[in-house]
């Protein structure tokens, strides 16, 4: 029996403010509890909110980076329902008539085959504070710093067929709202969110009971537990029961879902427009303004570095997978002006330096003019490439910059001609057997001479000369 | 919505519950008449013919204002905790929602 996977991501993002969407509390993560809650987030009577005007322009961008309509006029309106983290007793939200309309399309690759996936929507909303269940015994503490915080939701066509989709399409939105500068995408401090909406039902079927997996903050965690959630369905199904509508928590630890048991009832959100917040009206003027600031995004990113960089379409895609990693390339080439060295140190050297320190690119101790200075001695055949590996190494240390670390070691590159001329007569003087097969015919003996060569040097000779000179020698 | 939707013990059970309003017993019948002439006045309402008149979802014909994104509050918290019934670490503490 074979069943079809049927996914939609909720997305929420947190907007780059300072402030919140309708006060001037701080959203600085990480404040000491209350700290950042006022009158208006505290839900007291008598205050008004008026809306942060950083979150509509930011709003557009996403709209316009996915091809969606712009809602014009779009309207908040109250979602109510009472938890005591979200003390006005509604969550001010965007329902009927939301700032990104539908249209939306996201395309992602899978397994060569390029997928679209419709975003039917996107609305402006504020998130709720932090329910603290385990701290106080029978008791839930809440933290409101986090309530009225800007969020940015987007909601997915249920377009997705199995967990590898919903995770391609979760990191294409997670990449795009970074190449926007909209969201800064730490998942680890909540700035951005996937619930995934999952059912399964025979292929041409209506739609299933669908469940929701909430506040998952990993994207290996989103695949796991949404695999786990479907052969739960399958199970229930196939044996004769149905699927329950609920909210369900993903287990890392035991690799289950579980129904969350909420005390409140079933939801009745009783959704009207805010009387306390007038229409956003957008304008065309509005609009271009916004067009005029985009940046250039990841796929226009891909293509520019093949056709101006000659660089290939592996390398390229790899260099614009994040915004970081596209700035860090790009700051360096500015230096080099040589793209194709520039690439390969990002891809080889510090990419793997990254990933065994689990450091994020722009966190690097390597900053992208460190490493510009390095390479500029490669430029200058001071260094060879393997000793400014060495070099590299040193400055990922924090051992100083390239030219103290090229002092401190005495790793000059010896291009000294006639040094290398020395050297190269010790190595042949050593070796008299093997210089006599190579003459014999045996001229795979040459990478021999080289390696020994350079082996003496302590791998400081120019390579290219070392070649140069015993081919004149070896062949004299 | 026809205007003849007269509410029961049920419905109203559900409002008071969503509302988190307390309803006694025998307020029931009574509140059940005052929210029933509620519904009657939206079924008449209802009856006026709106063919080609946009949705309003506010009476005044302003849009929003917008306020710059600077942060302007400062911390409230020793005030505001004193207000709570129960507090403590500098949280707020209520009821368990979670089982």
Excluded at chain 1, 82 to 101: A, M
Excluded at chain 1, 409 to 415: A, C, R, S, V
């Amino acid at each position: 029996m074979t069943w079809e996977v049927v996914i939609g991501l909720e997305i929420h993002a947190q907007l780059t403010t300072k402030s919140k969407i309708f006060s001037g509390s701080s959203v600085a993560y990480g404040a000491e509890p209350n700290t950042q809650a006022n009158l208006l987030d505290l839900g007291m009577p008598g205050q008004l909110p008026v809306l942060n005007q950083a979150v509509v322009p930011k709003a557009i961008k996403l709209g316009l980076a996915i091809g969606a309509e712009i809602g014009m006029r779009s309207v908040f309106d109250r979602k109510n329902y009472f938890y005591p983290d979200s003390p006005k007793g509604y969550q001010t939200s965007q329902f009927t008539y939301p700032i990104v309309d539908k249209g939306g399309v996201v395309e992602i690759e899978m397994d060569g085959e390029i997928r679209k996936i419709g975003v039917t929507r996107a609305h402006l909303e504020e998130d709720a504070g932090k329910s603290i269940h385990d701290a106080f015994p029978g008791q839930t503490a809440i933290d409101l710093n986090r309530a009225g915080t800007p969020l940015l939701e987007i909601v997915s066509e249920p377009d997705m067929r199995s967990s590898k989709e919903a995770v391609a399409y979760a990191k294409k939105m997670h990449e795009l709202v970074q190449y926007l500068g909209i969201c800064d995408g730490n998942m680890q401090e909540g700035s951005f969110r996937v619930d995934s909406n999952v059912s399964i039902r025979k292929p041409g079927a209506p739609l299933g009971t669908r469940t929701e997996l909430k506040n998952i903050n990993s994207f290996r965690f989103i695949e796991a537990a949404i695999e786990i959630e479907i052969e739960r369905q399958i199970e229930i199904i196939e044996s004769g029961g149905s699927i329950v509508q609920e909210t369900r928590l993903y287990d890392a630890d035991k690799n289950e879902t579980r129904s969350m048991r909420e005390k409140e009832e079933a939801n009745d959100y009783r959704y009207f427009p805010c009387p306390d917040l007038l229409p956003i009206i957008i304008t065309e003027a509005d609009i271009e303004a916004v067009r005029a600031t985009m940046p250039e995004l990841a796929g226009e990113k891909q293509a520019r570095y093949e056709t101006e960089f000659g660089l290939s379409e592996y390398d390229a895609a790899l260099l614009t997978g994040s915004r970081q990693m596209a700035e860090y390339f790009e700051a360096l080439l500015a230096k080099t002006q040589d793209a194709k060295l520039s690439a390969n140190w990002v891809m080889g050297a510090l990419s793997k330096s990254l990933n065994q320190n689990n450091v994020a690119i722009e966190d690097s101790p390597v900053s992208a003019e460190a490493l510009a200075s390095l390479l500029a001695r490669i430029q200058d055949n001071t260094l060879s490439g393997k000793i400014a590996k060495q070099v590299f190494d040193a400055m990922w240390k924090g051992e100083g910059s390239p030219d103290e670390i090229i002092e401190a070691q005495g790793l000059k590159q010896i291009t000294d001609s006639s040094a290398i001329e020395a050297l190269v007569d010790d190595v042949l003087a050593a070796n008299t057997a093997q210089v006599e097969a190579y003459k014999g015919g045996q001229e795979k003996m040459f990478g021999f001479f080289v390696g020994q060569v350079m082996k003496a040097s302590k791998g400081q000779a120019s390579p290219a000369q070392v070649n140069g000179v015993l081919k004149a020698k070896l062949n004299a | 919505m026809s205007d003849k939707t007269i509410l029961g013990k049920h419905e109203v059970d559900t409002i008071s519950r969503l509302a988190a309003i307390s309803v006694a017993e025998s307020e029931v019948e009574q509140v059940a008449e005052k929210l029933t002439s509620i519904l009657d006045l939206f079924a008449q309402m209802e009856k006026v013919n709106t063919d080609g008149v946009a949705p309003m979802s506010h009476p005044l014909d302003q849009v929003q204002r917008l306020r710059p994104d600077v942060v302007t509050e400062t911390s409230i918290r020793e005030k505001v905790l004193k207000l709570a019934p129960s507090s403590e670490d500098n949280l707020f503490l209520v009821p368990q929602v979670i089982d």
